[in-house]
């Protein structure tokens, strides 16, 4: 019995030596090397996880507005592009990202996106020479002016009333005009979806680019068209929206 029981003992010793050991089934994690979400510093990093899912992994190609577009980043200045990832942009699909308004996002990482959408994506040259409407529309829209317009330079696509032609879908349905804001519309006729196959400002009537009343106009007749039934903050001003879109 004696000998049994000190057998049993040495096994236990040596199990216990053993399971002392780092097993590789059980690898230790040290604290130091978890990541910590907000010392992130990479942009691709931060991007891929914050941004591309709706904007496109390279900027261009998901459901929102691409910001891969050398037009848009022409006319969306640093300050608005940090304002819309760290506070959203109230009347749209777009949230907070920074931590001053509830989200993850540092105001240094918040910078690091900017400052990577613009050194990645920007192409100054691209547009030397071009007179590029204003991302802020200059003036007040005349909704009767603006069907005009809007039958001259997007009919083809959007058809005579908007519900829907050939080749796009409606543009005045509710449901998608009480999603997005006029300064949302205003920048998607200026920019266009070129990964969607829609044009510029430019490229509605050949050598007709539109004007900013024009376009000023358009998103005139298309305010009009939100139901009732939302409660306005799709058509809050540029200045209120505080966003890049």
Known sequence: MKVLIGKGLALLVTLVGVSSCNAPAFPKRSIETAEIPNRIADFQVLYTRNCGGCHGQDGRG???????????LAITDDLVLHSAIEK?????????????AGGMLTREQVEILVRGIRQRWARPNQLQGVTVPSRVAPTTGDA???????QRYCSSCHGGDGAGGKSASSIVDPSFLSLVSDQELRTLVIVGRPELGAPDWRGNVSGQPMSDQEISDVIAWLGSKRSSFTDGSAGVSPNESGGAK
Request: hydrophobic share 50%; charged share 10%; net charge positive.
């Open 88 to 100: 959203g942009i109230r009347g749209t699909a777009m949230p907070a990202f920074g931590q001053s």
């Open 62 to 72: 998901g459901a929102a507005l691409a910001i891969n577009d050398p037009t848009y």
């Open 144 to 150: 009767a002016r603006g069907l005009f317009a809007f």
